[in-house]
Each structure stands twice: as structure tokens, then as C-alpha cells.
């Protein structure tokens, strides 16, 4: 059984930074591709970003590249998301998502991903 726990959330001034974690288990971790997904309240929740199986891809949306990081630790079982120059904008609950591929691309398209944690609040205060 596959589970995701993310967990690094938390309250933080606009400007300031937070870097969330999401633990893997019950899967090869190699063999999944990882996605970061953000819902504020009111909002459908929309990507982030994404990794490849190996790290050695990355995408990300418009409105967080040159300010977020993703990345991945394939002996912890392990994906990051490291946030800088946060806005009260970015404020919500941060989902990790994993799908199983033998490709090595990424994708930011939700519906590809078939497992997913339960999320981590992150509030950005102005």
C-alpha cells in the first residue's frame, strides 16, 4: 500500500521561506515520478511542480519558477519542495503526488497521478 506524509508546513511572513517534505512507502520509489500540488480555500488545487524518476528533470508553474525547488532523495524515499520568496499568494495545503512510470518525464497533469498524501498547511503572512 502506497503512502505519501508530508509534513514542513507552517506560518511564515511574506519574503521569508519553508522547504516541505514528503516521505515515501509501501513502493519503489525509482520507479514514480513526484509532483507538488498546492489548493488555497475556495480553489481547485493546481500543480507546482514535478520531478522526474531520477531528478534528473524538473517543471514547474509560472507563478513559482525562480522562487520554489524541487527535488528528490532516492535513498530517503524522499521529495522536497523548498519554497523562497513566499507570497500570501502561495498560502494553502501543499499535496505530494506520485505516479508510477517506466518514461523519464515529468507532468503536470493531476489526473496522472494515482497516489497522493493528505497534504500540509502552509499560511504566508503579508
Known amino acids: 500500500q502506497v503512502q505519501l506524509v508530508e509534513s514542513g508546513g507552517g506560518l511564515v511572513q511574506a519574503g521569508g521561506s519553508l522547504r516541505v517534505s514528503c516521505v515515501a512507502s509501501g513502493l519503489t520509489f525509482t520507479n514514480y515520478r513526484l509532483g507538488w500540488f498546492c489548493q488555497a480555500p475556495g480553489k481547485e488545487r493546481e500543480f507546482v511542480a514535478a520531478i522526474s524518476r531520477t531528478g534528473g528533470s524538473t517543471l514547474y508553474a509560472d507563478f513559482v519558477k525562480g522562487r520554489f525547488t524541487i527535488s528528490r532523495d532516492n535513498t530517503k524515499n524522499t521529495v522536497y519542495l523548498q519554497m523562497n520568496n513566499l507570497e500570501p499568494e502561495d498560502t494553502g495545503v501543499y499535496y505530494c503526488?506520485?505516479?508510477?512510470?517506466?518514461?523519464?518525464?515529468?507532468?503536470?497533469?493531476?489526473?496522472?497521478?494515482?497516489?497522493w498524501g493528505r497534504g500540509t498547511q502552509v499560511t504566508v503572512s503579508s
Open positions: 503526488a506520485a505516479d508510477f512510470t517506466r518514461t523519464s518525464s515529468t507532468t503536470r497533469v493531476y489526473t496522472n497521478y494515482g497516489n
